[in-house]
């Protein structure tokens, strides 16, 4: 029997990223109407930058467990209202629904707007109001399951047969579902439908005539939800990495990821420097996974809220669903050829930083997700999943992955939604829609689907994204602000077609150097290199304090300069080149990884965007150190200079060495 070992239990299996905290409370009977919002401190700690009243205000929407009941037991929905930074801000705000289902949009968006280089805030002219979903992270009651992180820490570091791992996975669900039980959560009450009720009555409770509703993911569906149910409060729809009512994407998720992987693979082939540096990407993944199930490898990966470090077990399964998951961000599809080639040699340095984010996510609530996709989704068997037509890994992992959500839906019992719910939604509420070639869980075909039934959809590609083309893509975000200030117009999409698609990393990309990563993670050991180069670099600029003051000291005690020559001269003119050169290799490099970090950058896991002026400068160094050492080298020959002049353009050359050699040990002054 093949052994197959996961970083995240058997809920890699179901590609979900899971998440546990221990927020949870009791429905209780209301203490004030139902329906009202009550202002409050915000319940999260605030971005950087942040200031409560100035930036965003907080409070507690309260309503009905069950709208149906609207005297019976109530829930507290989390609320965070961003402020525009408009001078008139629209009266109509834009509201935010996070995917998932069970992602935090608080704890998402307000990282995401408050980030440094964050365009959102600075182009709407609305309102940004976020709130946590029923049942999310900070939603009282909240259905994290922190049972499942407790399952992830036990047996990280243990190798297990599918088996084995699926069966502790279903035990620990049988247990938050056991413990949310006991504490009188009617698990039923936390479904799309309840969750569109909770958007009317948000805007309801905060006066609001009409909204502009955002959603990603999941949110695309409960937006939809709130078109069928709730039409008379929306004056547009926003739906990005769309899920039709129509479609259940779990029986589709393996043909929508075999799809992705077939446009990586293609887009890999039409760019020279990707196809010339992973000539058998394919292959090579394939080969990657079947060895990693043989021969499973051992990562370190660190938990940075506790602090402790795991030597975990990652097997070619379990190897192919990170490559999932990481395709779902934009910003790392270029990275994911290279993630591929290293890992046939076994470095697993990028991932190392990459699967603490999905293993210990805290934020997801994995109660909330059974509760609103078994209560919709789960009306399938798996033999309705296309798996005969994709790739045997994805076909095996997809074939469990149905399997694990029927297991898991037979120990949640909720109550299943009407069959209306799986309606296609016919609306004319004016709607942009937003696709990504790359997004490996909801294809753009899912977008085309869902707007055959909108009459004023708009529908756009774009050719560089994974999931969810909001922030991630400067155009989506100007074709977002140009749709609300006028969702009666198409927008324009010109931004579309200059765009060329992912920009992969290669070595006709990037120049490769580990500095990058260093300065990144502010690994002491790995800056090294880069710590040569500037104390070799302080010593070369010494010479621009030196000769002012040796013409100083002329001056004042009258002493004549020597006498000049050509070689000299140009000696000197050499070393003002060579410090100019390094200065601006420094400031080009802090300069570019915070930028690459600003912008979340996967290229700076790797080294630095190659460009001419980069090349130029690096090579400038070694050439004006050569040119130095002749100088050098005459000036004992011919007499330039006096004694303690020669001595010290002869350190100058040192430095000039130190310089080009610390480039060259990180790896800069490879061709």
Known sequence: MKESVKPVAALLIILLLTATALLTATPVRAASPAGVFQPSACMFELPVGAVEGRDLECGWLQVPERHAQPDGPTIRLAVAIIKSRASNPKPDPLVMLQGGPGGSTIDTYTQILFASGSRLRDMLDHDIILFDQRGALYAEPSLVCQEQLE???????????????????????????????????????????????????????????????????????????????????????????????????????????????????????????????????????????????????????????TGRTYNAVLDGDSFANVIFQIMYASSFIPAVPRIIDDATRNNFRVLERVLPIIVFDRTFSLGMHYSVICAEDADFSPEDAPIQEVRPFIALDGRRGLEGYLERCNIWQVDQLEPVVDAPVVSDIPTLVLSGRFDPITPPEFGDIAARTLSRAYVYTFPDIGHGAVSASACADAILKAFLDNPAQRPDSSCIVESAGPRFISPATVIFTPTTFALATLDAAGLAPLSAFVGGLFLLLSAWVIWPLAWLFRRITGKQAPETSVGATTARWLVVLAGVAGVAFVVMTVATIVQLAIANDATIFYGLPRSATLVATIWTIPASTLAILVCVALSWARQWWSGIGRVYYSLLGLSAIVCTASLAWMGMLRV
């Open 151 to 305: 399952l992830v820490e036990r047996t990280i570091e243990q190798r297990l047969t599918y088996e084995e791992s699926n069966q502790l996975s279903l035990e620990a669900a049988a247990a938050c579902r056991q413990r949310l039980a006991d504490e009188r959560i009617d698990l039923s009450a936390f479904n799309s439908v309840e969750n569109a009720a909770d958007v009317a009555a948000l805007a309801r409770a905060l006066g609001y005539e009409k909204i502009n509703l955002y959603g990603v993911s999941y949110g695309t569906l409960l937006a939809q939800h709130v078109m069928r149910d709730h039409p008379d409060i929306l004056r547009s729809v926003v739906l990005d990495a769309v899920v039709p009512t129509s479609v259940n994407y779990l029986v589709e998720a393996p043909r929508s990821q075999d799809r992705a992987y077939t446009e990586l693979f293609n887009a890999c082939a039409a760019d020279a420097g990707c196809q010339a540096a992973y000539p058998n990407l394919e292959q090579s993944l394939i080969t990657t996974i079947e060895r990693l199930n043989r021969e499973p490898a051992r990562i370190p990966i660190t938990d940075d809220e």
